[in-house]
Structure formats: C-alpha cells, structure tokens
C-alpha cells in the first residue's frame, strides 16, 4: 500500500494511491457509507472516523494501518467488479489533479544518519563505529515530491545523496532490537541535501575552532536550510517493500530543460553499517519516539554527490532520488546563485 498526503481543492488530505488516482481515506469512508447496497457496510474502522493526518493516522499504530488496507482492499474489489465509479466520485482524486506533499510533512523528529557506509570512514582511515552516528533536522527543511527546493544565492555549492526513510508507526521508548521491525511503518524517499556554503565559515570566522567547524560542516548548519530534506512520493508500507536491505538506490540529475538526465549515484541498502533495527533501538533509548518520525539511514557506497559551482541548475532543472520497490522522489530546483560573468 502506498500511503499519501495531498492537497486537493485547497485543503491537505490523506489516502491511498491505486492505479492513477489517489483515494482520500476519510472521502472513501464517507462515500461507501452512502452507497445504496443491500446487507451491512463494510466497518473500516470500529465505527471511527479515519483522522484528517498521516501523524494521527500513525498515532493508531497497526490498528490504523489496518484499517487503511481494508479501505484498499474494498475499492480495489470495487473497480475489478467493474461498479459505476461513479458512486465514488467525490472520494477519488487523479494524480495530475493534486499536489503531494510529504507523506509525513511535518514530522517532530527527522534524525538522519551521517557515515553509515564502510567506504566513508575506510576513505579517511578510520575504525568504522558500529553505532549510530548523526544529527536532526528542523520539519521545515521537508518538501515532497515535485515541490521546488530553492538554492540561496549565497550558497557556494551543495551536495545531494539518496537516502532510505524509515517512518516509524507506533513509537515508543527503550524499544528492543529485535521488536524493533514490528514498529516500522513503511519507507520513503530521502534527498539529504547538504550546503558546502558552511565550511567557508570557520576558516573565515573561526580558524581552528572544533566546535565552531563542526556545527559548519557536519551538524546544524548545513543541513537546516528550508526545503533540503525532500521527501517522499509515499509512505511506502512495510510489506509491500520487503528486505529493506535489498533494495537498488539510484540518484539522477538534470541541469535544465536541454540536458539529459545523468544517473549520479549507484548503490544498494545492503550497505549499511548500522542497520535499521540497531537505529531504532539506540534512538528510542535516548528519546520517546512519537509516531511518524522519519528516521533516514544514510548514503550508500559514497557520502554523495557534489553540485558544483560550475553546475548550475536553469529552468527545468531537477534531482531525483530512487528505491527499488519505494519510489522515486524528484524535486525541481531554484537554483538562484549568481553566474560568472561571460568572458569576452
């Protein structure tokens, strides 16, 4: 099942993509509870209304996702008997007719990974730590798929890395390795956007100062910027995926409107230092985890990619982010840097 936030006609919605439309969940229930048929209607949801959130469709745990699959589960038998789709009309929205945002757009924890590959610290010679290592970010840095992120124009360069969102339904505290899965909502797609900007800082502020290059270049400040964290299409669920750590991850670029795409990065999940238990378990030891936070496990094979001053994005520009069986996340890009004057 995939699970989306949408906006359509002017307000925020949940539901669930099949075929080219998108069902709102609560549309859904309140448009089989009009429906003329003989016998009883189908109870999604013990009699409950499904909530207007995905962080309090989450907040049910298990009983909301199940919940969701038996509304799944209905409309798809509804369409194979080939019922007047009619009948549903004000629940189903086409896919060219919505915004998506992130499926959890405002998520109270985005915790993302850093150095969660053995390449990354074998390139620096050193051990490789086997907890995990990494930072939060603010909610506002989220943007779904095909919203416009916007590179500042003071920004030197960025960097972009495809990364594996875990969105965590129900949370908990002190929650145990091995019952750790069985608290995995499903998976998203991550564009962990990063400003180089920030190393200028501390030699030009701070020379030397550990603490000053540290929130510069690998916390904080690099990382907060509005709209760096893309996310997305879909909460992809838990079953539907499978072996989380069998999945191809592509990243894919385009430079504008006359450039070809060029596939940036190529790796696979199975390439995790920490995996998504362990992350689970030692986040939850320092922290209650509410429903729906995202937690991203980092990039895989090399720390990502590096848009250089020289790559600048024009009109139609875009990045794109890929897991097998997740999804694909593209995002166009603002990219409002000055150019170099031409020569001559």
Known sequence: ????????????????????????????????????????????????????????????????????????DYVRTFVEQGRDPVELRHAAFGLDKIQLRAPVPRPRILFGLTGNCAQFWRGLGLPIPQYPIGLLRPWTCVRGHTETVTIPPLYREIRCASELGVVVAPGGRD????????????????????????????????????AFIDLCTGSFYGRATNGFTPVGPYLTTAEEVGDPYGLLIYSRMSTGESAAPITRDRSHSNAMIVGIEDAIAWLSRLMTLPPGPIIYMGTMGVDGYQVYPDQFFEKGGYVEVEYERVGVLRNPIDDQRPRPESEG
């Open 1 to 72: 099942m995939r699970l989306a936030t949408f906006v359509a006609q002017g307000q925020e919605r949940i539901g669930f993509v099949l075929g080219q439309s998108v069902y709102g969940l609560r549309e859904t229930q309140q448009a089989v509870a009009g429906l003329r048929i003989s016998g009883p209607k189908p109870d999604f949801l013990e009699g409950k209304a499904f909530p207007a959130t995905m962080e309090d469709l989450l907040a049910l745990g298990q009983h909301g996702l199940d919940g969701a699959r038996r509304v799944e």
């Open 175 to 210: 929650i145990p390795r091995e019952k750790a899965m069985d608290h995995v909502a499903g998976y998203t797609c991550v564009n962990d956007m990063v400003s180089n900007h920030w190393k200028d800082l501390y030699t030009a502020n701070a020379g030397g100062d550990p």
